[in-house]
């Protein structure tokens, strides 16, 4: 019995020390099953520039039965360029030298609310960066050194916009220079867009992004003012039998209230539609242009037709003649007229109106127009 019990102290002291030496042991002992282990990163995991350009060359969202997945893959090497930050300067500007392009254009079925999303760009929306997939490879890459910022990038930026003859690379860049430093590089986007707008569009111009060309030479020129185009412009205001919309919005944009007679020239050839733009656009030259008076007056009086005529109706008139006074039309928003000479012009207009019009809920509301100006 001694012996037994012997025996059991044994066994027990000994579970004792193996215990105590488990718990006392140092931190780099051999780890359990259970027990996370750090494990180093491999340097195999290290992607360079070069890397994600030539991943970034055989990726295309618009070739491939699951889109979702090679965009997440452009952005994720659009991200390691721009982590690498200026070591990658110098491969992507040999990549863009090289002139390859791929569209990233994802055209989906969208409700109005959604028109313009923060992720992509689609046909017949304005030109924006920030995009998270960017319309193409190469105005992917701008976004990449817009990121980067760096002088380098800055001057790598403005090699591709001396070097291109697309519009919308143009008006990207350039828009992108003015974020990173403001007014810096302002005459030389200017400049960009002026030589193209002298010279025809490139004849292997396929991709979507270049069926705006006029409108992205136009904006860009007409936000800073620059007239240099107001004779192409007008020589090209009708355009297959419709108004240039792109053209008559940098003429007014450019000139103001001299752009009226050009626009007044083309409005009494011009179909419905485009009569309407024209009557908009000028609208706010009312009473200080004869002409603006003269496009208003025929636009009220010859388009009064019912709904049921398909045209537009005598109902949106009424608020533009109301607007002759200040007020809105959703976003359209026209201050009150201070001018003396404004207000009698609006004034005789209402009065020559008045006397043509037949008794109607138009001619009403050009009677209380005619009070609230008499009252100014």
């Known amino acids: 019995m001694k012996i037994f019990l012997s025996l059991i102290g044994g066994v027990i002291v000994g579970f004792a020390a193996a215990y105590l030496t488990i718990t006392k042991a140092p931190a780099s002992a051999t780890p359990t099953k259970n027990t996370p282990v750090a494990v180093a990163p491999s340097a195999s995991l290290t992607i360079s520039a070069q890397d994600s350009l030539r991943k970034l060359t055989e990726l295309n969202p618009t070739a491939t039965k699951d889109p979702a997945r090679v965009i997440r893959q452009i952005v994720h090497h659009l991200e390691c360029l721009a982590d690498i930050g200026n070591p990658a300067v110098g491969p992507i500007a040999e990549v863009l030298a090289q002139g390859k392009d791929l569209d990233y254009l994802m055209e989906e079925n969208r409700t109005p609310a959604s028109s313009l999303p923060f992720w992509n760009w689609r046909s017949g929306q304005p030109i924006f960066s920030g995009l998270v997939l960017p319309p193409s490879f190469r105005l992917a890459l701008v976004d990449v050194l817009k990121s980067i910022g760096t002088e380098q990038a800055e001057g790598v930026l403005l090699v591709m916009l001396t070097g291109t003859d697309r519009a919308v690379e143009v008006a990207y860049i350039t828009q992108v220079l003015e974020k990173l430093s403001p007014g810096k ?192």
């Open 185 to 376: 590089y302002t005459a030389v986007g200017l400049a960009a867009a002026q030589r193209l707008a002298g010279s025809p569009a490139p004849s292997d111009a396929t991709s979507p992004l270049d069926q705006n060309r006029d409108a992205y030479i136009y904006n860009l020129l007409g936000a800073h003012g620059d007239n240099s185009q107001v004779a192409t412009a007008q020589s090209t205001l009708m355009k297959d039998g419709r108004l240039n919309l792109d053209a008559a919005k940098y003429l007014v944009n450019t000139m103001k209230a001299e752009a009226v007679p050009a626009l007044a020239r083309v409005y009494s050839t011009a179909a419905a539609e485009d009569q309407n733009r024209i009557a908009s656009m000028t609208f706010s030259y009312v009473g200080a242009s004869a002409e603006a008076n003269q496009i208003f007056k025929e636009w009220i009086v010859n388009s009064t037709q019912p709904a049921s005529s398909g045209t537009v109706t005598a109902r949106p008139r009424a608020a533009y003649v109301q607007m002759l006074a200040g007020g809105n039309l959703g976003p359209f928003q026209a201050p009150p007229p201070s001018d003396p000479a404004v207000i009698a012009s609006r004034i005789a207009l209402l009065n020559e109106l008045n006397s043509q019009l037949p008794d109607s809920a138009l001619k009403q509301t050009v009677a209380q127009t005619l009070q609230k100006l008499k009252a100014f």
